[in-house]
């Protein structure tokens, strides 16, 4: 294949790439660039120069637009964000003003609107599921509380979600015509993926263990490991040169990371797995305001998610999550399910198992809530032939589509009286 045709399907690919797509793009870019055009220009939420971090649910703003993030998570973020901002500084004549807030808005909302199509593109493609039944996942999952947050807020989480759905749809192509993953892609993958969040370097790799007949050739298997060793040498010499070499700099900041983010004592474990893993990143929780200070005299109001208090959110999480498992088990030889449900296991064992940053892990939710929505869409594939059980799945889901918009409506509304109260 030339270059030319590579470079066109990688286009197809990533962009709507039929009328059907252009408008559910078009929908959301608007829908979600209402909303983060109205943040933009009338408040101070999304940038504030005087706030360090922590302005809303934990989303750094301010340290991940200025210097990309802590180097021990995010390794190559700093060179990504450096065009992010200055692109931003171009458009608004190098001040932090509403013009430079609008275009880290807009970034963050076109960045979300193409994972939409990621999503719609997977279930329409690969899971083959008919137009009205990919509508109501799609427009199921935009609802989601990380969606809904990212699609304003410049922070890795926005872009690590778009290329986490981009290389699980890009893989489910090559297994679909039986091909394995190139190089290329490989190494691509890693550095951004891995470069915006060290720990998600795992999910790239997860798939070329389900590549065909990858244990029984050793010439295959002798190219996997080249591949995964190609990709770690780049990524290493990359992580490497950001930090100047100062290899000993990692362990001590990963250790004081775990510390800063694993120790909590308030809430119990299963209720924070349950609310903020699960619930938060899907369901707006209630919400509770901290002051806190920029350690310069400077203080503010902080705004952060707390545990469910009524019986029905818990109710509707647990219905989701039975749905989730109930299509990995009936589609357990699906390998494309497989490397899905790995994927969600990696996030699990780092915040669920070792409990890091589990206090706030509804701010995670970039790095999996996808998966939920690929996983519903391979349930209805499963029971395509039984329309008993396809009616009886699509009302389930309509119902708790209506609860989900109800809730969330309502939790943003809360959200918007409190910008409007500190961040005029």
């Not at 986490?164 to 290329?184: C, E, R």
């Not at 080249?226 to 490497?240: D, H, K, Q, W």
């Not at 999480?317 to 990696?346: A, C, D, E, P, T």
């Amino acid at each position: 294949m030339s270059f030319k045709s590579k470079f066109i399907n990688f286009f197809k690919i990533v962009f709507p790439s039929s009328f059907a797509e252009l408008g559910i793009f078009l929908f959301f870019l608007i829908a979600y660039g209402t909303l983060g055009t109205y943040f933009a220009q009338h408040y101070r939420i999304i940038f504030d120069a005087r706030i360090p971090w922590d302005g809303y649910f934990s989303f750094d703003n301010k340290a991940i637009v200025m210097t990309g993030g802590s180097f021990e998570r995010h390794p190559l973020s700093y060179y990504f964000f450096n065009w992010v901002r200055e692109l931003a500084f171009f458009i608004s004549n190098g001040k932090t003003g509403s013009n430079f807030r609008l275009t880290l808005a807009w970034l963050s909302n076109i960045t979300i609107s193409l994972s939409l199509i990621q999503v719609y593109k997977y279930l329409k493609n690969i899971v083959q599921l008919p137009i009205g039944l990919n509508l109501l996942i799609i427009v199921f999952f935009s609802i989601f509380s990380t969606n809904i947050l990212l699609s304003f807020t410049p922070e890795t989480y926005t872009y690590t979600l778009f290329l986490l759905v981009l290389f699980n749809y890009y893989t489910a192509i090559k297994f679909k015509k039986d091909k394995k993953i190139a190089g290329s892609a490989l190494v691509l993958a890693g550095v951004t993926i891995g470069g915006l969040t060290v720990t998600n370097i795992v999910k790239v790799f997860i798939p070329i263990i389900f590549e065909k007949d990858l244990f029984k050739s050793w010439k295959k298997f002798g190219n996997a490991v080249f591949r995964v060793v190609m990709t770690c040498v780049v990524f290493i010499a990359l992580y490497l040169y950001r930090i100047e070499f100062k290899y000993t700099n990692i362990l001590s900041k990963s250790e004081e990371q775990y510390e800063k983010f694993s120790n909590v004592k308030s809430t119990p474990i299963w209720d924070m797995i349950y609310s903020y893993f699960f619930g938060g990143s899907i369901l707006f929780p209630s919400f509770f305001i901290r002051e806190k200070h920029n350690m310069k005299g400077f203080y503010y109001k902080a705004l952060f998610m707390d545990v469910y208090t009524s019986v029905i959110p818990y109710i509707f999480i647990g219905l989701l999550l039975i749905l989730i498992f109930w299509s990995y088990f009936k589609n357990f030889k699906n390998k494309l399910v497989q490397i899905l449900m790995f994927s969600l296991l990696v996030d699990v064992l780092i915040h669920c198992v070792f409990r890091f940053g589990l206090h706030t892990s509804y701010i995670y939710g970039g790095h999996f809530v996808f998966i939920f929505p690929l996983l519903l869409g391979w349930l209805f594939f499963s029971y395509r032939d039984s329309p008993k059980m396809m009616s009886f799945f699509t009302s389930v889901l309509g119902v708790m589509l209506v609860y989900l918009l109800f809730n969330n409506y309502v939790r943003m509304w809360e959200f918007f009286d409190f910008v409007n109260q500190f961040y005029r």
